[in-house]
């Protein structure tokens, strides 16, 4: 079984559209986290839920809404997409103290 | 957030020990040295922790200054597979803390 696994692997839009990306775990673990990576390889973070409840909100467009329905799941939905967007986005969890796991990330790709 | 710096680069012969360098001189008292590791394309791979004490898993071992204003991380027989960027993060080790990832070292495993 995949600890963090993310939906879908590659996703390629147009310009404009509105599209999510899902994430879930099965560790247990209370805490989830989008990470977003461009083509410059930073890695940098985009929000952060624990068991349910938005933590952490870095400086993200609200075009980007992130949905916890459970405290296993955390989806990412984005509204217009545009060029920069283009990206890897990282799912994560964490248990209260430890190390991260990570999903294998969706590529998204806007035309 | 404590600034590290990291070599951006090295290389290391296959079965050689690979050492990795971190300099975090800005760290607090509360902040766990976290080593993760990026193999091309996939999600970063937590690697080992420590707070001031040495410490060794099944894949690395720890070393932090007594000062903790450094670190090294230690592959001790370094395979091809280890080929990845490599990230030093200090991070409280309680509650939903982000990470912080900086720029890494590549290594290299040479066959």
């Known amino acids: 079984d995949t600890a963090v696994s993310q939906t879908p692997k590659y996703l390629v839009t147009q310009m404009g559209n509105d599209k999510s990306i899902k994430c879930e775990q099965n560790?247990?673990?209370?805490?989830m986290y989008w990470y977003k990576q461009d083509s410059k390889k930073f890695l940098k973070i985009m929000f952060s839920?624990?068991?349910?409840?938005?933590?952490i909100n870095e400086t993200v467009p609200n075009r980007f809404s992130p949905k916890s329905p459970d405290k296993a799941h955390l989806n990412l939905h984005i509204n217009s997409l545009e060029l920069g967007d283009s990206a890897v986005y990282f799912c994560a969890s964490s248990p209260l103290a430890g190390g991260y796991t990570f999903g294998s990330g969706t590529r998204l790709t806007v035309v | 957030d404590a600034k590290t710096t990291q070599p951006p680069s090295t290389d290391c012969a296959e079965g050689r020990a690979a050492n990795l360098p971190c300099n975090h001189s800005?760290?607090?008292?509360?902040?766990?040295v976290y080593w993760y590791r990026q193999i091309h394309s996939q999600g970063p791979q937590y690697i080992i922790h420590?707070?001031?004490n040495n410490e060794t898993n099944e894949m690395a071992s720890l070393i932090i200054t007594e000062d903790r204003k450094s670190s090294t991380l230690i592959l001790p027989h370094a395979t091809l597979r280890d080929t990845a960027v490599y990230y030093c993060i200090p991070r409280e080790i309680q509650g939903a803390q982000k990470l912080v990832f900086g720029q890494g070292t590549r290594l290299t495993i040479n066959p």
């Open positions: 420590g707070l001031k």
């Open positions: 560790l247990g673990h209370d805490t």
């Open positions: 800005t760290i607090s008292g509360n902040e766990y």
């Open positions: 839920y624990n068991n349910k409840e938005l933590i």
